[in-house]
Structures are given as structure tokens and as C-alpha cells.
């Protein structure tokens, strides 16, 4: 079984630049999730999926980022315009359904750095 | 707010001995909780799970307590090897099953 593809793997940019992740998330799986993870601190919920229809994004600053996930499959994450603090590892991950105990299997993510 | 704690955000052993990671959480709505493992530059790989009506899995060398009264659950490791060197991070589901909170991460570093 393919695991969650994420792209691109590290990006650079300058403050007030925009970036836009991508992920694919594994065959079937209908949740799909984005976490921040800041170095030091544990994964951040920023935006959760069931199939094409927003969860909770109650976590996503909304004034710069925004995420979509057209035909319930892949997703992309935008951040625009950055700000430094936005320097993170972007974490996509997805799993069978969001009911229960159910176990999120996470790609290799994303590396941002805002300069 | 900071719902899951990992208050050691590091622990060193040497190979053979146990490893015992500690997790505190806050909110009594969480039932059931799950312990991730992440090398650098990869992603967090599920490791072991527990249900709040249990106080005890165990799955090969791993086992995770839980303490609901305490509000506390551990990860086990033993014998600990040297490939276990990897960020530990707790996470807990709320029964409405819908939200995967993460601790800080420990980092554990088992020395040959």
C-alpha cells in the first residue's frame, strides 16, 4: 500500500511570499489532515477533511492560510502571505474514517522556511 | 491550553534497560490514547494504542499504562535498542472520536 505523498519536501521563501503544499493521501481513505508541527512542539491541527467537506478548521488562521480538497482526494495547503512564525514542517495525513480510535497515517511532510 | 503533556522533552538510556516515557493529559473527555514514533525527516508512525477502559497493552517490547484517576499513562520500552532513538509523541482522542491532540514529544536516545 502507497503511503501519503507530500510535496514539495522543503521550500524557502521570504516573508510576505506564498507557498501552497500538496498531498495525496493513501487510496480510500476518506479523512485527510493537515497538522503544523513547530520544532520543538507536537503536531498542530490546522484543517480536518471528510471526503471534499471541511471538519474543523477552527486551528487555521484563515486571514493567510486556506486549504481545499476538490474531488475528495488530494489536497493543497496554501499559505499567503507568510509570516515568519509560519517556519514549521506541514504534516499531511489521512485515515480510513474519523469515527472512533481510528489510526491517522502521516506522510513524511513538508519543511517551511520563512526567511 | 496544552490538553497533552510530555514534560521531558528528553531521555537518555543505555541499551539493554528500560525506557519509560510519561504523559499527562487534562481533559476527561479523552478515551482513548495512542503513542506515535517519529525519526527525523519523516513522519510520526502510529507505535501502540490503549482504550480508556483498559490500564494495560502490551505488543512485543512496548507497553503503555494508563491511569485514569491520574490522568497519566507511560510507554514501556524493554529491553530498549539503539534503533528506538526517535521522537515519542502521546496523543488522545476525545469520545467523539473527531480530534487527535499531540503532546510536545520526547526525544529518547538509547546509547550502545
Known amino acids: 500500500e502507497a503511503g501519503v505523498a507530500q510535496s514539495p519536501r522543503y521550500k524557502i521563501i521570504e516573508k510576505r511570499q506564498s507557498v501552497a503544499f500538496w498531498c495525496n493521501p493513501i487510496?480510500?481513505?476518506?479523512?485527510l489532515y493537515w497538522y503544523q508541527q513547530i520544532l520543538g512542539q507536537g503536531p498542530k491541527l490546522l484543517i480536518q477533511?471528510?471526503?471534499?467537506?471541511?471538519?474543523?478548521d477552527s486551528q487555521l488562521p484563515k486571514d493567510r492560510f486556506s486549504a481545499e480538497r476538490l474531488k475528495g482526494v488530494d489536497s493543497t495547503l496554501k499559505i499567503q502571505p507568510a509570516k515568519l512564525e509560519d517556519s514549521a514542517v506541514y504534516l499531511c495525513?489521512?485515515?480510513?474514517?474519523?469515527?472512533?480510535?481510528?489510526?491517522?497515517?502521516f506522510g513524511a511532510g513538508s519543511r517551511l522556511t520563512v526567511l | 491550553d496544552q490538553q497533552v503533556k510530555q514534560n521531558s522533552p528528553s531521555l537518555s538510556v543505555q541499551e539493554g534497560r528500560i525506557s519509560i516515557l510519561n504523559c499527562d493529559y487534562t481533559?476527561?473527555?479523552?478515551?482513548?490514547f495512542l503513542w506515535y514514533k517519529k525519526y527525523p525527516a519523516e513522519g510520526p508512525t502510529f507505535l501502540i494504542s490503549?482504550?480508556?477502559?483498559?490500564d494495560k497493552n502490551e505488543d512485543g517490547r512496548f507497553t503503555v499504562f494508563l491511569n485514569k484517576s491520574a490522568k497519566h499513562l507511560s510507554l514501556h520500552i524493554v529491553p530498549s535498542q539503539p534503533g528506538d532513538s526517535a521522537v515519542y509523541f502521546c496523543?488522545?482522542?476525545?469520545?467523539?472520536?473527531?480530534?487527535?491532540?499531540f503532546g510536545g514529544g520526547t526525544r529518547l536516545m538509547v546509547k550502545p
Open positions: 487510496s480510500g481513505h476518506a479523512t
Open positions: 477533511f471528510q471526503n471534499n467537506g471541511v471538519v474543523d
Open positions: 490503549i482504550s480508556s477502559i483498559k
Open positions: 496523543a488522545a482522542i476525545n469520545n467523539a472520536g473527531n480530534m487527535l491532540t
Open positions: 481533559n476527561s473527555m479523552f478515551d482513548y
Open positions: 495525513a489521512s485515515s480510513l474514517t474519523r469515527a472512533g480510535a481510528n489510526v491517522l497515517t
